[in-house]
């Protein structure tokens, strides 16, 4: 009984929707106790074209906007009115310099076959020389390794030899300073500097001293082969 009263509600529906303009959508719409009709309104704008008389800028005029002066709203134009735009078909025709340019325009995107093959053959010989140019960077980067490696080492231990000399130097200098004040000297103080500026004076005086007596004896000493 339930089911013979909705249809005949339906058929109420559709009898009430007879009058309702053709723009008017009618769209079915489920709910828990059935099916129900709902509408929805469509109204487009027309399209608004005077054919009999059509707005034609005034390329003359000095108030008509330079863009509707151009040869892409004549195309514009003449696409719309045809020849009520009073346009010639012959001007809309590109130039000989904008049709060169669609021409380089179309080979630089779409190029032919031959010059796509080409281009892609010359990719991949550029990619193998540069593969190749850096297999041989790393083997000869690699043949390096050995000597790096033993260089390294040694300016590490020639460093570590550096420290452990100029800390028994310091605490030779500490040591001395103690002997001759009497009590430990900061070594950040002027006495202590002053100090070491006069030893260092003196061990250099020593080396020279000591360069003039070997340059000597070598000078004094006879030639190889005499007796």
């Known amino acids: 009984m339930a089911a013979s009263m909705l249809v005949q509600r339906a058929a109420a529906l559709c009898g009430t929707f007879k009058g309702i303009s053709l723009s008017k959508a009618v769209l079915p719409v489920a709910c828990h ?7 929805r309104c469509y109204n487009p704008k027309p399209l608004k074209l005077n054919l009999r008389d059509p707005y034609i800028p005034d390329k003359e005029n000095e108030k008509t906007p ?12 003449f696409g719309r009115y045809g020849s009520a735009s009073g346009i010639e078909p012959v001007s809309l025709w590109p130039s000989e310099k904008e049709l060169q340019e669609k021409i380089e325009e179309e080979k630089e995107w779409n190029p032919p076959l031959e010059v796509m093959l080409k281009n892609i053959e010359a990719k991949e010989k550029e990619e193998t020389e540069r593969r190749r140019a850096k297999e041989k960077l790393i083997a000869a980067n690699m043949s390096k390794m050995p ?3 033993e260089d390294w080492r040694r300016e590490k231990r020639e460093t570590k030899q550096k420290l452990k000399e100029e800390k028994a130097r310091k605490a030779k200098l500490l040591a001395e300073a103690r002997e001759r004040f009497g009590y430990n000297v900061d070594p950040r103080s002027p ?10 004076k003196e061990e250099k005086k020593k080396r020279k001293l000591l360069k003039r007596r070997l340059k000597e004896e070598q000078g004094a000493a006879p030639p190889a082969g005499q007796s």
Not at 33 to 39: A, E, I
Not at 193 to 198: G, Q, W
Request: aromatic share 10%.
């Open 147 to 149: 000597k790096m490696i």
């Open 33 to 39: 106790h059935g099916v129900m009709l709902q509408t």
């Open 66 to 77: 330079e863009w509707q002066k151009t040869a892409r709203y004549d195309r514009k134009l």
């Open 191 to 200: 006495k202590f500097l002053e100090m070491v500026a006069e030893i260092e």
